[in-house]
């Protein structure tokens, strides 16, 4: 009889886990909710990116390695080429000073300011003001100017610079002090930014 009882209940319960698997899921998963526990898939996203995280830390600690060994070596010919100055070598005759080259003025470009410089050879407030692309009578960070309502293109490598506009006839004229007197001339219809 415990065979046939077996049987029977095994049958039973076949077509009950079924149905009762979905809504017991879903009683565990609510019950983790609430106590603020991970899921499998949680937990198993966190392993995912905790493993990523170690490889990038792994390349980064062996990039830096690298690096540590190229600076001790830099570090070392520089110790040895200064003993062997001190030790009555002489530098070869001609040969320029070592050193930062001589540092320019620190005063902002424009001439009625006495700021000191932050970039570009501008203050802080004339340096934000060619950043935004509205300061009149220079070549903007865009190689753009404005000359009265209207926006020219200039050129990208006299950013910052002092810029003259005239006119002549259908063309714009861009004169540059700072280059040495460099003329750029467009036509104004190829120069022109329309907003």
Request: a negative charge; proline letters at 5%.
């Amino acid at each position: 009889m415990g065979a046939i009882s077996s049987f029977v209940l095994g049958g039973v319960a076949e077509r009950l886990v079924p149905a009762i698997h979905t809504p017991v899921e879903d009683i565990i998963y609510e019950v983790l909710d609430q106590k603020g526990l991970p899921t499998r898939s949680e937990v198993r996203d966190l392993r995912n990116k905790l493993e990523r995280l170690e490889k990038t830390i792994a390349d980064l600690t062996s990039t830096l390695e690298g690096l540590r060994d190229e600076v001790a070596a830099a570090a070392a010919a520089a110790t040895s080429k200064a003993a062997a100055s001190d030790n009555g070598a002489v530098a070869p005759s001609g040969r320029r000073p070592v050193g930062r080259p001589p540092i320019g003025p620190r005063d902002c470009k424009l001439h009625d300011c006495d700021s000191a410089v932050r970039a570009k050879g501008f203050c802080g407030k004339h340096y934000q003001k060619w950043k935004r692309g509205t300061l009149d009578g220079y070549v903007n960070f865009d190689g753009t100017t404005v000359h009265g309502e209207v926006r020219y293109k200039v050129a990208d490598e006299h950013l910052g610079e002092l810029v003259e506009t005239t006119y002549e006839g259908d063309e714009v004229i861009f004169l540059l002090p700072e280059s040495g007197g460099v003329t750029i001339r467009h036509k104004v219809n190829d120069a022109r930014i329309d907003a």
